[in-house]
Each structure stands twice: as structure tokens, then as C-alpha cells.
């Protein structure tokens, strides 16, 4: 059986990555994207691939919404670069219009509590 097309990530957003998607799955890996661009830093994409194991392009097009990344290629992005990537993946009130719920190292974050505390 043939899988159901579904729409690249940065068709769910008007402006990737900048613009919130009010798709839960597309605002999901917008925030993944943008997390995954400040670990980043300023290696590059061929230096992080290769230390994670996974091909460049791929990388690229998780960055550009291009590719939804899987849990393999998240997890061994994880452990590659010691850093939780992937936070912003529950929508708090569904029925209420969109509003996220940030996973930390220490749990998940109410909806509106500031990350930064």
C-alpha cells in the first residue's frame, strides 16, 4: 500500500523557519530546525553529518524543511552533539488554536512558562 503524500515542513509555514506554523507536526519541526541551526553554531553541515553518522544532504533538508527527520537521524543528532534538539512537540489545547509546550531536561514546561527561568 502507498503512503499518504503529505506536505514538506516549510510548505507549512509562510516564511520557514522564521514564520510559526499552526500545524502541530509543521511548527514541531520548525522549532526542530531552528534548535538544530543554533547547536549547529558554526560548524558545518559535513563536519556534524559525518560525526552523526548521517548524510549531509539530509542534514541540509532538515534545516530547510525540506526532509522531516526521523527518530534515528534525531537521536543520533542528539548524541552526536550532546544537546536536546527536538523541545517543542506537544500541543497544550489543540482545541484552543495552537499553543506548545516546551520538553526540557527537566520535564515538560507549562504552556507560557519562559524557557529562559
Keep these: 500500500m502507498a503512503r ?3 506536505r514538506r515542513a516549510n510548505e507549512l509555514t509562510a516564511d520557514w523557519p522564521e514564520a510559526e506554523s499552526d500545524v502541530p507536526s509543521g511548527e514541531s ?3 526542530f530546525a531552528l534548535r538544530l541551526r543554533e547547536v549547529i553554531g ?3 553541515l559535513r563536519s556534524v553529518a559525518r560525526d552523526a553518522g548521517v548524510d ?3 542534514l ?3 534545516l530547510d524543511g525540506q526532509t522531516w527527520a526521523d527518530l ?3 537521536s543520533k543528532l542528539e548524541y552526536s552533539l550532546g544537546e536536546m534538539l527536538w523541545m517543542y512537540v ?3 489545547a489543540p482545541a484552543e488554536g495552537v499553543c506548545y509546550r516546551a520538553r526540557t531536561g527537566a520535564g515538560w514546561l507549562a504552556p507560557g512558562q519562559d ?3
Design 90 to 92: 506537544l500541543p497544550a
Design 115 to 117: 524557557l529562559q527561568k
Design 56 to 58: 549531509h544532504k539530509t
Design 4 to 6: 499518504t503524500a503529505r
Design 72 to 74: 534515528e537521524t534525531i
Design 42 to 44: 558554526e560548524r558545518s
Design 29 to 31: 519541526a520548525r522549532q
Design 60 to 62: 541540509s533538508g532538515i
